[in-house]
T-cell receptor
Framework: NAGVMQNPRHLVRRRGQEARLRCSPM?????VYWYRQLPEEGLKFMVYLQKENIIDESGMPKERFSAEFPKEGPSILRIQQVVRGDSAAYFC????????????FGSGTRLTVV | AQTVTQSQPEMSVQEAETVTLSCTYD???????LFWYKQPPSRQMILVIRQEAYKQQNATENRFSVNFQKAAKSFSLKISDSQLGDTAMYFC?????????????FGTGTRLKVLA
């Protein structure tokens, strides 16, 4: 089992471009979470998805950010018209069922906006 | 809203010694879970230890143990026989059982350096 795979590991975008971050959860995991980590800070919750459904997006900025987890394929976090403040590490975590047993995290995508 | 506070931005410990990392949290809920995660320079978040709030017994995992004080809302991590590989950022995290979404609320982390 390859674990939670995130790609790309590093992504550089110019201001105004779109960023697409991909997350392939572990096999058998249908719950996916996205977190954002700003420099020298802890991870902040963004969105929780199950297959084809957004369960909780209370941590997502209202504009420019969207997430999906289709029936087939990876979960995608999409940031449109990126700004310098979007520069951060974005982590995906997955679980077969949510709760006490915690989640398996990917290694993150570091987004740099220039 | 729940909050998690880690008041020690940085700590260091000699190899083979013991170190304790502090974590306090604030919640009005009774059913929740607490976690410690380690983030080495590779950036991947690794689960170190977890605790169910309804259990009075402190969790232990090999060299890692917690001191869970529910009334004081304190959840400290003790690392015994520190090893160079323990050098990392350590994050305390709270997870509500009542909310239904089981999302983490993380503290700001403690950077631990183990000295040879």
């Amino acid at each position: 089992n390859a674990g939670v795979m995130q790609n790309p590991r590093h992504l550089v975008r110019r201001r105004g471009q779109e960023a697409r971050l991909r997350c392939s959860p572990m096999k058998g995991h249908s719950h996916v979470y996205w977190y954002r980590q700003l420099p020298e800070e802890g991870l902040k919750f963004m969105v929780y998805l199950q297959k084809e459904n957004i369960i909780d997006e209370s941590g997502m900025p209202k504009e420019r950010f969207s997430a999906e987890f289709p029936k087939e394929g990876p979960s995608i976090l999409r940031i449109q018209q990126v700004v310098r403040g979007d520069s951060a590490a974005y982590f995906c975590a997955s679980s077969p069922t949510p709760g006490f047993y915690g989640y398996t995290f990917g290694s993150g995508t570091r987004l740099t906006v220039v | 809203a729940q909050t998690v506070t880690q008041s020690q931005p940085e700590m260091s410990v000699q190899e083979a010694e013991t170190v304790t990392l502090s974590c306090t949290y604030d919640t009005s809920e009774n059913n929740y879970y607490l976690f410690w995660y380690k983030q080495p320079p590779s950036r991947q978040m690794i689960l170190v230890i977890r605790q169910e709030a309804y259990k009075q017994q402190n969790a232990t995992e090999n060299r890692f143990s917690v001191n869970f004080q529910k009334a004081a809302k304190s959840f400290s991590l003790k690392i015994s026989d520190s090893q160079l590989g323990d050098t990392a950022m350590y994050f305390c995290a709270f997870m509500s059982q009542d909310s239904g979404t089981y999302k983490y609320i993380f503290g700001t982390g403690t950077r631990l350096k183990v000295l040879a």
